[in-house]
Structure formats: C-alpha cells, structure tokens
C-alpha cells in the first residue's frame, strides 16, 4: 500500500485545511484508516481512526466537534476536514493504514506528512 498525502500549510486560529491522502497497490487488506500527527518535541499520537469493519471512528478528545474524518471508497482516498483551528494543533499530519492479511498479523503504512502550522 502506498500513501499520498496533500494539503496542509499555514492558517491562522479559527481557520479550516482539509488534507487528503490517496491509497493505491493492494488495498483489499485494509483493516483501518486514519490520522496522527506529531508536533515538535513531542511523540506522535492518534487523532482519528476508522474501522473497516465495523464502520466506526474515534477522535482524540482535543479534536471532537472540530475535525471530520471522511473517506471516497471509489478514489481509495481518505479526508481529515478541521475546523476551528487552534495553534496548538501545528504539527506534522500523517495519514495511516493497517492492513490485516490472515496468518501473517497486522502492518502499518504511512504517508510522508504534511505540515499544518496555526498562527495565533
């Protein structure tokens, strides 16, 4: 699975980016989608993931309300809509997929990562 992401850039507080990120190669496997992100200095955490199966997507607490997880199933591509954004959610944003194939367990890919950067 290769992964690649667009959007990002520079907004200042309260305002919205919308990134993106197209999947392509052997997608059948797909388990999950969705985002993290890891501002500098600190580890790289969750924001949203989707599951594949059940259908259902978590948001980290600081997100609720304000970011929209979404997906094109046709484009094979994944959407994180935010909104209200806030300085502290600068970091570098990567898409992620996990992929489960039956008898050899679990893997992980990553987009390159996008910059979004909020000014106050």
């Known amino acids: 699975v290769q992964l690649v992401e667009s959007g990002g850039g520079l907004v200042q507080a309260g305002g919205s980016l919308r990134l993106s990120c197209a999947a392509s190669g052997n997608t059948f496997n797909i388990a999950a989608m969705g985002w993290y992100r890891q501002a500098p200095g600190k580890q790289r955490e969750l924001v949203v993931v989707?599951?594949?199966?059940?259908?259902?997507?978590n948001y980290r607490d600081s997100v609720k309300g304000r970011f929209t997880f979404s997906r094109d199933y046709a484009k094979n591509t994944m959407y994180l809509q935010m909104n209200s954004l806030k300085p502290e959610d600068t970091a570098v944003y990567y898409c992620?997929?996990?992929?489960?194939?039956?008898?050899?367990?679990?893997?992980?890919?990553w987009g390159q990562g996008t910059q979004v950067t909020v000014s106050s």
């Open positions: 992620n997929v996990k992929e489960y194939i039956k008898n050899k367990g679990h893997f992980d890919y």
């Open positions: 989707s599951s594949n199966g059940s259908g259902a997507t």
